[in-house]
């Protein structure tokens, strides 16, 4: 058996250097929003016991889904590779970037997150990296996406290019002895069931599930929804569960975005188990809750 954690949207900040530039345009409104709200709700003072309690469950990998940052500063960047570091050590972890990670398009054009975390990637045939493939078993494949791109001043929305498009099929059939892992930032459905608002959502999703309808996967991971909850697409011979472990570092009374992770253990090829950890309101403490909401999509209109 092999056990994996799934984590998502820890967005670190730092306060004294995102007040430093909060004159650069788009971090105006992430760094406003950050020091006068986020920062109560996703704390980063959680992290590192979240941390202590995930490597005592003993697990074999941890998988984290983007929004390591909250505004793509490198002050951010390096507080998250800090925390992470002994899982760098020990090779147990992979990342892929959230839209807070590519904040804008300095962060993007320098590559500022694949300087400090493309060392947890597996290899890509991709001049940029995107999809890559790590085999973390002999048996479970971990194929990673890049769904962010710079999106303007209130964007949040999503976009997997043509070339990670064009890759993905054979990716997926090369591995279809094993697990396999897709993982990406934007939701496919938001909580809600609802392929989600232009300026949130995965703007090209549809060409995505053509590839997952024909080509198959065993298991969908993301995050960039505040909020724990799965669903599933449909597949070449069965349903492709979806899951969002809610934002990692959260603090809140609102039922529906816990803080925490999930663990998964895998066997024979297949789920075996899901067991969930959430950071209770309002002090924080980790503790077992395997409340864990199924949604359906929502009729179209």
Aim: with cysteine; charged share 20%; proline share 7%.
């Amino acid at each position: 058996m092999v056990r994996i954690a799934h984590l998502s949207d820890i967005h670190i900040s730092s306060p004294t250097a995102t007040l430093a530039r909060l004159w650069q345009g788009k971090r105006l409104l992430g760094g406003m929003n950050m020091l006068l709200f986020r920062r109560h709700e996703l704390q980063n003072l959680r992290f590192p016991a979240l941390l202590h309690h995930l490597e005592a469950q003993h697990v074999d990998h941890i998988i984290l889904s983007g929004d390591l940052t909250t505004t793509s500063l490198h002050a951010e960047f390096q507080h998250a590779r800090l925390e992470l570091n002994p899982f760098f050590k020990n090779h147990t972890l992979t990342t892929i970037p959230g839209n807070h990670d590519i904040y804008t398009p300095r962060e993007a054009d320098e590559r500022r997150y694949e300087h400090y975390f493309a060392e947890t990637h597996g290899p890509s045939e991709s001049s940029h990296g995107y999809p890559f493939v790590k085999i973390i078993h002999p048996h479970i494949a971990v194929i990673g996406l890049n769904s962010c791109v710079p999106t303007g001043l209130s964007g949040a929305w999503g976009l997997l290019d043509d070339e990670q498009l064009q890759r993905l099929p054979a990716l997926l059939r090369a591995h279809q002895d094993h697990f396999r892992i897709l993982v990406l930032h934007h939701f496919l459905l938001d909580r809600h069931g609802y392929h989600g608002l232009p300026r949130r959502g995965l703007r090209n999703r549809d060409a995505l599930l053509s590839i997952l309808q024909k080509e198959g996967c065993e298991l969908v991971l993301h995050g960039h929804e505040h909020a724990r909850y799965r669903y599933s697409l449909d597949g070449p011979h069965r349903p492709i569960p979806v899951h969002n472990p809610g934002p990692a570092t959260c603090v809140s009374s609102a039922r529906h975005h816990p803080g925490g992770y999930l663990i998964y253990d895998i066997q024979d090829q297949r789920i075996a188990s899901i067991q969930g950890f959430v950071l209770s309101y309002p002090d924080g403490h980790i503790q077992p809750d395997d409340t864990f909401p199924s949604i359906s999509p929502l009729p179209a209109s």
